[in-house]
């Protein structure tokens, strides 16, 4: 076999020295992250003649930072996006619902460097005039909310947030917000409605959070990681960190590897890891020795990967697009030669199904469509035909609805088909048309 | 044929035995003063609608309907906009459940590496089929949605509190034990692998248990 050229996007990683998790011990507590010189790129945003409103937004825009939760939004233009101050109250939600299968890397920053976040979000308040930011945490990280709110009193015990923030004129607060099992939270609209003490139904966009956003107020909402760059880019410089990494996709990157590899975790590299090197350096291989069969790169919505597909193929959104993937959160589950790819969709499905949220016709009866035929086909009950009806439902339900849990319900769907068909056609009857039911008279 | 809906939650016939009786159905001064602390926290009363389940969850047990209007009255918000929370979120308690809640992540990264045989294993031990209780009032199962804990998966959550992670079935045998013995598993810290080779593994030095990170048991087989 030809030898594929292969490139990392992530430069020399081995040397790579992390920045979001590094290795402090109780870097959770305030007085170690002080001693580490956190809080120092807030005190030089509030008190330094470097910096306004403006240049912070400019500095995250031209960072390259784009958003870690999934879409990949270019953050520092999300920002810019919210209105000119007026009197209203303006809000700045942090997203830590973290409910995509397979991603688990959010709570490993609340964990272990929450001031980290915290200030991330102090200087977004900054640069957006925000007068409060929600923390949606899931309600099943309870541990890790009361474990928040402990650091977070801390940090307005000792003036970092709260009323004249350092003695200066600047104010905004932190309120932590416990969410209580649902998917559909992770959705930046539905998120809102929670917030508000409502079924989390998405809403149709336009408007836009940064128009009509919780409360009926500009908001913008990015997802923890995201923030928690920021102070990196304040204390670095934004070119430090174009220079990490994917050069369209800039910046440290946590990686959530689980599944059949010797060393699943949470790991901080540069953006752009080879997927090769992730699961067979970073996480020492593949357990037992197995063949590795395929990748889903990002969480349970991004489209699964055979074991060929990814030879070269790098953890960035452009490089995974060519392939006919998505970078997602970063959350990537690997798969040895034994997994049932049908067994497996057919979870997947469920899921979906659970967790629709019951708002648009197309998902809440597409999703238990889905899960319906492909159950019939891992029975051993289906046939081809089920196949074909199923790429169709995939067809009637993508872009059909509010937001885009149909898409992600119908993704796994079309391209686990599409990339394991032989296996699924090997669990179908082998007829086309289900004789048994002709009646001939 | 039935229709393919999502789940539709309608609340469940709640035994006469375990209703509230009215003169428990009472919040404190203190427990008021916490309802109007976290309505505090937001611009509109509806915002503290989550919290206040969550609290009334944790005093009475579970949300009949008679608990979704005591919080919805001390908040001043309307009893449907709290039922409708209260119907629409996993984590909310709709019946009695056991002392302690087994919840299983079943989804696809445990699912490949034995959730579903961790499962098993309970249902076998207990003598109960996921969503029910235990004759004695102890132990609840459930298979539930991604819990973000992967990397350490199968794993599992005791009543909406502290997680268990790389489960095994002795492991399993042992928690069992341990609760019925009324022992809570410990807060558990897992780091990241990088961790281990840069700082011997250990984050906190006030976790109650850190657990540095640990291969994972064999994967049992899929589901």
């Known amino acids: ?441 | 044929m039935s229709g393919h809906g999502a789940e539709i939650v309608t609340l469940p016939k709640i035994n006469p035995a375990d209703a509230i009786p009215a003169d428990k159905l009472v919040f404190t001064a203190e427990e008021k003063a916490q309802l109007q602390e976290y309505k505090s926290r937001y611009p509109e009363a509806e915002g503290a609608v989550m919290r206040g389940l969550w609290f009334a969850q944790e005093k009475f047990g579970f949300l009949p309907p008679e608990v979704i209007r005591l919080v919805a009255d001390e908040l001043g918000i309307e009893y449907a906009r709290a039922y409708g929370v209260a119907t629409f979120y996993t984590q909310y308690y709709k019946q009695k459940m056991g002392k302690y809640v087994l919840d299983v992540c079943t989804c696809f990264s445990c699912q490949v590496c034995g959730g579903y045989d961790m499962l098993h294993h309970l249902e076998e031990k207990l003598g109960i089929k996921p969503g029910e209780t235990t004759d004695d009032g102890l132990f609840s199962i459930q298979g539930v949605e991604c819990l973000g804990a992967c990397g350490s998966a199968p794993m599992l959550q005791v009543t909406n509190g502290p997680y268990v992670f790389n489960l095994t079935e002795d492991k399993l045998d042992a928690l069992v034990d341990s609760l019925r013995s009324g022992k809570m598993p410990p807060f558990t810290s897992v780091t990241l692998p990088q961790d281990e080779e840069e700082m011997g593994g250990n984050r906190r030095s006030d976790a109650a248990a850190v657990a540095t990170y640990q291969t994972p048991p064999v994967a049992g087989a899929v589901e």
């Open chain 1, 1 to 441: 076999m030809e030898q594929k050229k292969v490139e990392s996007n992530a430069g020399n990683w081995k040397e790579y020295t992390r920045v979001l998790l590094p290795p402090v011990r109780d870097l959770h507590r305030l007085d170690v992250y002080e001693k580490q010189g956190g809080y120092s790129a807030l005190r030089s945003v509030l008190k330094g003649d470097k910096w306004d409103p403006k240049s912070v937004g400019d500095a995250v825009k031209s960072s390259g930072l784009r958003g870690r939760g999934g879409a990949a939004f270019n953050a520092g233009l999300k920002w810019s996006f919210m209105p000119p101050v007026d009197e209203r109250p303006r809000y700045l939600c942090c997203n830590g619902d973290e409910s995509e299968p397979g991603t688990f890397k959010d709570r490993q920053l609340m964990e272990y460097n929450p001031h980290l976040v915290f200030e991330g979000i102090l200087i977004a308040a900054y640069s957006m005039s925000i007068t409060t930011t929600f923390i949606y945490v899931r309600g099943e990280y309870a541990d890790w909310i009361k474990h928040m709110e402990g650091e977070l009193k801390k940090a307005y015990d000792k003036g970092f947030v709260g009323k004249n923030i350092m003695g200066t004129d600047f104010s905004t607060d932190i309120v932590i917000h416990k969410g209580a099992g649902a998917y559909i939270c992770g959705e930046e609209t539905s998120l809102m409605e929670s917030l508000e003490g409502k079924r989390a139904y998405p809403r149709s966009k336009p408007p836009f959070p940064a128009a009509y956003g919780v409360f009926g107020m500009p908001t913008t909402i990015n997802n923890v990681e995201t923030l928690a760059c920021v102070p990196l880019i304040i204390d670095r410089g934004a070119d430090w960190f174009a220079g990490i990494g994917a050069k369209t996709h800039a910046g440290p990157l946590l990686y959530g590897i689980s599944g059949h590899v010797n060393r699943p975790g949470v790991y901080e590299y540069p953006s752009g890891m080879l997927m090769t090197d992730l699961i067979y350096d970073v996480c020492k291989g593949m357990r037992g020795g197995k063949k590795l069969k395929a990748v889903v790169p990002g969480g349970s919505s991004t489209p699964v990967l055979r074991a060929d597909m990814i030879e070269g193929v790098c953890m960035d959104s452009d490089s995974l697009r060519a392939v006919g993937s998505m970078l997602g959160t970063g959350g990537m589950l690997v798969m040895d030669e034994d997994t049932d790819m049908v067994k497996w969709l057919r979870r997947v499905s469920h899921f979906y199904h659970h967790e629709s949220c019951g708002q648009c016709t197309p998902c809440r009866e597409g999703t238990g469509w889905l899960e319906d035929l492909v159950g019939k086909i891992d029975d051993g009950e289906g046939n081809l035909r089920d196949l074909d009806i199923l790429i169709d439902l995939c067809y009637q339900m993508e872009g059909r609805t509010v937001c885009a849990l149909a898409d992600a319900a119908a993704w796994p769907v079309r391209y686990t088909i599409d990339r394991f068909r032989s296996e699924f056609e090997a669990k179908c009857r082998a007829s086309h048309v289900a004789t048994g039911d002709l009646q001939i008279a």
